[in-house]
């Protein structure tokens, strides 16, 4: 089913909308007996349905492209594209009306406006803003008031019901309406983000250091899931420090990563090639129109570099060795064996500890060992931390033992290595 026809680039103030949307708008009017007008994206009157209810013709101000009218409603227009749903919003005679865009692949082509309805009741402060828009005579404002009198009225719950209804008469004619839902979430995270501002104002809420580490950490050390969730809440802070500033916030995120660069060049080479060749992504950073794009992208570069510390110790397939490799990895001051990481991931302990040895060539105990010597390596060289805490920060609680260890994998022992490759 054809949903509709993109206009000619030669005629841009005209739209050909299918059969199949035309008979859906018609045929909410006709059952809600609201007049409905679709308009071109510069406010042009391009189809009308059930025109012979709409008050507004009775009025030769709504006729006047320079009036305060049109002025009202190409503003509303405007602001409803930015949505995602449909836009109640009241005309310059305090009437209602609704707006919903035809978004195409993220392209306005145009605008249903549904009204103008009563919402409760009419006061007599609607009769005069007839008169003044319009100066009107008695007579007119008669004429105006009995046709008020067929209008449709509706509660502001029923009201917002009907909006719902154009909205589906529109969005249910298209091909797809992801335009609509990615505009909604948009602004819906836009509102998050101001209420966060707000409470943050209130709360004086200072900047989120420890998260930016944390994010860091977790990202050098392969914690992909950790990592995940600390960035996701990191751009929610950041944007309410920024106070929504969109640009800031990649700048941040762009810094972070600058600094994962730079502590991984010495002791994780695979994390630099990542970085470096992964342009695609940090450009999409760089680029992100929304801040639910640039969460999508961070994560993304957050993959790149966990699969990039994977891949350094293992090119397989097989998930559970990918799975076993991760957990040592981000657990490395924690005392791991077989039995608890297989337990951890819901395997027999001998199955893992064969297919271990079989994928890797070397046991998982031995993997264990190299993978922890390898960070007290790296701590040795990049920190000021003691030989002791490094043995801890290891998972090793006897020295003794961590040194033996240490001189197995590496031919020297602790203070050795550090003597030697420390500038």
Not at 345 to 357: E, G, I, M, P, R
């Amino acid at each position: 089913m054809q949903s509709y026809i993109l206009p000619q680039k030669t005629k841009p103030d005209e739209t050909e909308l299918s059969s199949y949307l035309i008979e859906s708008v018609r045929s909410f009017s006709d059952i809600t007996q609201i007049p409905v007008t679709y308009l071109s994206p510069l406010g042009k009157v391009v189809q009308s349905f059930n025109a012979d209810l709409k008050i507004c013709n009775l009025f030769p101000v709504y006729d006047d492209i320079d009036g305060p009218c049109e002025a009202n409603l190409m503003s509303a227009c405007n602001f409803s594209k930015t949505l995602g749903e449909p836009y109640i919003f009241l005309c310059k005679s305090s009437l209602t009306n609704i707006i919903v865009p035809l978004l195409i692949q993220g392209e306005c082509y145009g605008h249903f406006v549904a009204g103008p309805i009563i919402m409760g009741k009419l006061r007599e402060s609607n009769f005069t803003k007839f008169v003044d828009l319009n100066s009107l005579t008695f007579k007119q404002l008669d004429v105006a008031k009995t046709f008020t009198k067929s209008m449709p009225t509706y509660s502001p719950g029923n009201l917002s019901k009907i909006a719902v209804m154009l909205f589906n008469a529109v969005t249910a004619s298209l091909v797809t309406n992801s335009d609509y839902q990615q505009l909604k979430a948009d602004c819906y995270n836009h509102v998050d983000i101001n209420t966060g501002i707000k409470e943050a104002k209130k709360s004086k809420a200072s900047y989120p250091y420890d998260m930016e580490s944390d994010l860091i950490n977790l990202t050098i050390k392969g914690n992909k899931e950790d990592a995940t969730k600390v960035a996701t809440e990191l751009i929610k802070q950041l944007s309410i420090f920024e106070s929504g500033d969109l640009q800031s916030v990649k700048s941040r995120l762009l810094w972070l990563f600058a600094i994962i660069t730079s502590l991984s060049k010495d002791s994780t080479s695979e994390l630099l090639d990542v970085l470096y060749t992964t342009t695609d992504i940090i450009g999409k950073l760089d680029k992100a129109n929304n801040f639910i794009e640039l969460q999508k992208n961070t994560i993304a570069l957050i993959n790149s570099i966990t699969s990039a510390l994977i891949s350094k110790y293992y090119s397989g397939s097989s998930e559970l060795i990918i799975k076993s490799i991760e957990y040592v990895t981000t657990n490395k001051s924690k005392k791991l064996s077989t039995n608890d990481t297989a337990n951890l991931l819901h395997v027999n302990s001998s199955y893992l500890s064969t297919l271990f040895k079989k994928e890797m060539k070397v046991s998982f105990t031995d993997f264990v060992k190299a993978v922890k010597i390898e960070y007290a390596c790296t701590l040795l060289i990049n920190s000021t931390i003691s030989i002791n805490n490094i043995a801890n920060e290891c998972g090793y609680i006897d020295i003794s033992y961590f040194t033996k260890v240490f001189k197995k994998v590496t031919g020297l022992t602790p203070k050795q290595y550090s003597n030697t490759f420390t500038k």
